[in-house]
């Protein structure tokens, strides 16, 4: 698929760049629809292996292993980042990268992919990342900063209807809805050497930090006395292995699995806990991908990702009792419908909404 840019100099920009989180799983599509495009990142952590990245200069500093203390001269570096111009600036954000400076005003095209306004400035109480007492005192002058130095984006688009209303909300500004990509005929094709799918454990995936709610997610499998593989990487670790001793629940932790380990655990779990409050969730559609329901609340991305009563059953509590009846209702679900669910995210469909907006834009 080519877009209107051909020809034309082209800068992508992204946030901190990790191996394997769903914005960077954007930023590549992205990247792959504009291969000619310079690629700039605040850094990039270690174990990337993608090649090409240009990095600011903080990552020359200490900052660059805190997020948190970074946060405030964030901005800052995306004004200075660079003395080149660029025709067209695409920036991938869910914290300052949408206010970049690449261009001459009058002439730069700015178009900004929004994961989130930054959550850690815009909603601490969906993310406890920013609540803390280093982040109370700036929080009100970075949202003062955000606004003003993003006036130059010509064209949001939100990754979800939720982020569209946070973009409405926080910065008075609209956006078209585009959907992340999904790989979904990856998660959707058994492999021969694949394990036979038994659907006899609950499975939690994710990044282990405080507000996807690992916790909770064991404390589900102990009330139901069922059995859960907790997938993923994360600081909470140590906490998760304790509370899993402490509720008596039958946990496994499986650290970094492969994409490949991944599509098993998904395609062997009864069912995927997902209990967190989030901007969209591409774990959900991997799931459904495989034929496997979502056990989440009812907020957010997963009211746009998932079908109520059809492809997974959606809960408005964080109390784990409240979601253990609904685990006895999970057979009557339709594997076949819950994959035919999720082929509406394909990456295809991604690519294809996000040149018509580029085209849309940019002509």
Wanted: aromatic share 8%.
């Amino acid at each position: 698929m080519t877009t209107p840019l051909a020809g034309r100099s082209v800068a992508l920009v992204h946030e901190w760049f990790g191996d394997t989180g769903g914005s960077e799983q954007v930023f590549r599509r992205i990247a792959d629809l504009v291969p000619h495009a310079q690629r700039f990142v605040l850094w990039s952590d270690p174990g990337v292996t993608d090649q090409g990245l240009r990095e600011s200069w903080l990552a020359r500093t200490p900052l660059r292993r805190s997020k948190t203390l970074a946060l405030p001269l964030m901005p800052l570096v995306w004004q200075t980042l660079s003395r080149e111009h660029f025709d067209v600036v695409l920036s991938s954000s869910h914290a300052f990268a949408h206010t970049v400076r690449l261009g001459a005003p009058g002439r730069t095209r700015h178009l900004s992919y929004v994961h989130s306004p930054a959550r850690y400035v815009w909603s601490p109480d969906y993310d406890g990342r920013g609540s803390g007492r280093l982040l109370a005192l700036p929080r009100r002058a970075l949202q003062t900063v955000d606004v003003r130095l993003s006036r130059h984006v010509a064209s949001y688009a939100a990754n979800s209807r939720e982020v569209r209303d946070r973009i409405r909300r926080f910065w008075h500004r609209d956006a078209v809805v585009i959907h992340p990509p999904v790989d979904v005929d990856y998660f959707a094709t058994a492999q021969p050497d694949d394990p036979v799918a038994q659907r006899d454990y609950l499975l939690g995936v994710g990044r282990w930090i405080p507000y996807k709610n690992f916790d909770l997610i064991i404390s589900i499998a102990a009330a139901a006395r069922m059995p859960v593989v907790v997938a993923g990487s994360g600081p909470q670790e140590a906490n998760l292995r304790r509370h899993a001793d402490r509720v008596g629940a039958e946990v496994t932790f499986e650290v970094r699995p492969d994409r490949a380990r991944l599509r098993q655990l998904y395609r062997g779990a009864r069912a995927l806990l997902f209990p967190v409050h989030e901007d969209f969730g591409i774990i959900p559609v991997e799931a459904q991908a495989c034929g496997t329901p979502v056990l989440g609340l009812r907020r957010g991305g997963l009211l746009e990702t998932v079908v109520d009563g059809a492809t997974g059953h959606l809960v408005d509590s964080t109390r784990a009792d409240d979601y253990v009846p609904l685990l006895r209702r999970l057979d009557q679900l339709d594997a076949a419908g819950i994959q035919a669910h999720a082929k509406s995210f394909a990456a295809a469909e991604f690519a294809a909404k996000l040149a018509d907006w580029i085209e849309a834009e940019c002509r």
